[in-house]
């Protein structure tokens, strides 16, 4: 399995609106593990496909302690939404940064599996948030674009200046 690299705001790919997958094939079964082992590998709890540089709808999201209750949704569509909770967020695509964000509390999913079969659920506290933050980068919204302009602009000057520190290492390994 191959670590997959994850796009990082404000990179504009991260705003590309991702496209129903019309069959599931062996690329997405691929890809669909290379996710996978990418989100445990990096401590995530969720990764959309769009993270990654591609851009069909696709998530995979693991909220468990032990990292054993995988789900796979493909084309996943809200049905119903209900109240509102706020949670702190993270992101793979925006490293270190942690910032309350409003969400609906309770929702009722429907998605296909890795196999291609639909499904229905419902979802409420983390696994809820998960999924909404998950779906806002296939619709190509990233979850600072919650937070005001001013702190939008932090972050973005904090996370550019932290890529060109990268950059400059990386050139004098070189």
Do not use: W
Not at 70 to 77: A, E, H, R, T
Not at 142 to 148: I, M, P, T
């Amino acid at each position: 399995m191959t670590i997959l690299k994850i796009l990082t705001y404000p990179n504009p790919r991260l705003y590309k609106i991702a496209k129903p997958v019309d069959e599931i094939n062996k690329c997405h079964q691929d890809l669909i593990k290379n996710m996978t082992h990418t989100m445990y590998e990096c401590n995530g709890i969720g990764l959309a496909a769009t993270q990654v540089d591609f851009h069909e709808r696709i998530i995979v999201i693991d909220i468990s302690e032990e990292k054993n209750n995988l789900m796979v949704l493909i084309n996943p569509d809200i049905l119903e939404r209900t109240g509102s909770q706020e949670y702190q967020e993270g992101c793979l695509s925006v490293p270190q940064i942690f910032e309350k964000v409003e969400r609906f509390e309770k929702i009722k999913v429907r998605a296909l599996d890795q196999y291609g079969k639909y499904f229905e659920f419902e979802a409420d506290g983390l696994l809820s948030v998960c999924i909404q933050h998950e779906i806002d980068h296939l619709d190509g919204k990233v979850f600072v674009d919650y937070l005001s302009a001013l702190k939008r602009n932090r972050i973005k000057s904090k996370l550019i200046k932290v890529q060109k520190k990268k950059l400059i290492n990386n050139e004098k390994k070189t």
